[in-house]
């Protein structure tokens, strides 16, 4: 991963941004008067992490993230107290200074890796190791900002009771470019036929050589073109009978082919060429099982092995050059624990909540749903949402067919609406 020394985020920058966002949302009008409450949210953590080669599962990316979200929850918290000075604190804030403040100092323990203990708190929010980070100025600028935040604070008040949380928002977050909402893994590697940007800087990240980087995207992406494939390429094909328009027909549909075999086709080649220079019969091309690269000899080995050059095998694993320790950088297939892992990082650096959706496989039961609630209580979590893949307004969550019970008495315990899936709990 990233060296110790290495800047994962410009605090500079974001320090300003915070700023300048924090300032543009207190002109708009309050929604709650008495406490102006604001949600100056994050995104796009996961596609962060991945870009500077950290798994999203690891102890690393839990403290980058938390610092991340502390760093801007403290310079949100500063800026509101600058507000303050100049147009007051929130109505409320008198009534409840002291405990205000004491939340101040409550974030500035945890930012210590020795947080204090909570009146009437049921669970602690697990401690930060911001060694972890290999970004070490990340955790010297957190905390202080945070300390900055508290000494203004206290003489001026803060203009708003809550600052900071996550939205759920996906097409605002779309708009703005980025490639992983809020706190979700990356959804994919590929954006099309091509790897997500975010692979090559994370390649880089990991001290991989120009050379090594790009064997890696071809063999997930491939090379777009079957010139120099192996057996199927165009000296080959040349000697099957394809002259130069044939050829560059198939090239021009390998562009957005997902495999070769669908650019060896009657409507790419053309019915006469089919027949006259290919020597198929009309049976043959009007037949939809017809296979043109079976039948002119080449064996499936054959057709694998250049589709793979071509086409590319549309994952890293198993990628040249790509050590087994670096391939959880790039997984997209988080499971759930290790997201709700994440949350309870973050969340003890927002003032308001994390709105997180965990995406469940299709064949997820009410059981994990229950599993997985009690992980997210156990870590203090204030809110989990969840979906399933596939789900609609009334849907099973059941274990499949081959293992559902034979009675219908407990049916009813493994249906719920989707529309409750979607619930927080």
């Not at 120009?210 to 120099?228: M, R």
Request: proline share 5%; hydrophobic share 45%.
């Amino acid at each position: 991963a990233c060296a110790g020394d290495a800047q994962i985020i410009d605090t500079a920058a974001l320090h300003h941004v915070t700023r300048v966002m924090t300032t543009a949302l207190d002109i708009l009008p309050a929604a709650a008067p008495e406490f102006r409450p604001l949600q100056l949210g994050m995104t796009n953590m996961a596609a962060l992490l991945m870009s500077k080669g950290l798994a999203y599962d690891s102890d690393q990316a839990r403290a980058t993230a938390a610092l991340a979200a502390a760093f801007v929850s403290g310079a949100a918290r500063r800026a509101s107290a600058e507000i303050a000075a100049e147009k007051g604190a929130y109505p409320a804030y008198e009534a409840g200074a002291k405990d205000s403040l004491q939340a101040v100092k409550d974030t500035m323990s945890l930012l210590t890796g020795t947080p204090a203990a909570q009146a009437n708190a049921l669970r602690r929010a697990a401690p930060l190791r911001p060694a972890l980070c290999p970004d070490v100025a990340l955790a010297d600028a957190a905390r202080q900002v945070w300390n900055e935040a508290y000494h203004l604070g206290r003489e001026t008040g803060f203009r708003h009771a809550r600052l900071t949380g996550m939205s759920g928002d996906w097409p605002v977050q779309a708009l703005l470019g980025a490639e992983s909402q809020g706190l979700m893994p990356v959804a994919t590697q590929l954006h099309g036929k091509s790897l997500t940007p975010l692979v090559p800087a994370a390649l880089k990240a990991l001290s991989y050589s120009a050379a090594e980087s790009n064997d890696i995207y071809f063999h997930a992406a491939g090379h777009g073109s079957l010139l120099d494939a192996p057996f199927v390429n165009h000296k080959d094909l040349r000697r099957q009978g394809f002259h130069q328009a044939a050829l560059d027909a198939v090239e021009a549909a390998l562009a957005t082919a997902l495999h070769i075999r669908y650019a060896f086709n009657r409507w790419t080649l053309g019915d006469d060429f089919c027949e006259h220079m290919l020597g198929f019969s009309p049976e043959e091309i009007n037949d939809e099982a017809f296979d043109i690269l079976s039948a002119l000899g080449f064996s499936e080995e054959q057709i694998k092995a250049a589709n793979a050059y071509c086409c590319g095998t549309l994952a890293l694993a198993g990628a040249p050059h790509l050590k087994p320790a670096h391939i959880p950088v790039f997984d997209c297939a988080v499971p759930p624990v290790a997201q709700i892992g994440m949350q309870a990082a973050v969340e003890p650096f927002l003032s308001g909540v994390s709105a997180h959706t965990i995406r469940l496989d299709y064949a997820a039961t009410v059981d994990d749903v229950q599993k997985l609630l009690l992980a997210g209580w156990e870590r203090g979590i204030k809110k989990l949402r969840f979906y399933r893949d596939n789900g609609s307004l009334l849907h099973d969550l059941a274990a499949p067919a081959a293992q559902a019970p034979s009675d219908t008495k407990n049916e009813g315990s493994q249906m719920v609406e989707s529309g409750a899936t979607r619930k927080s709990a």
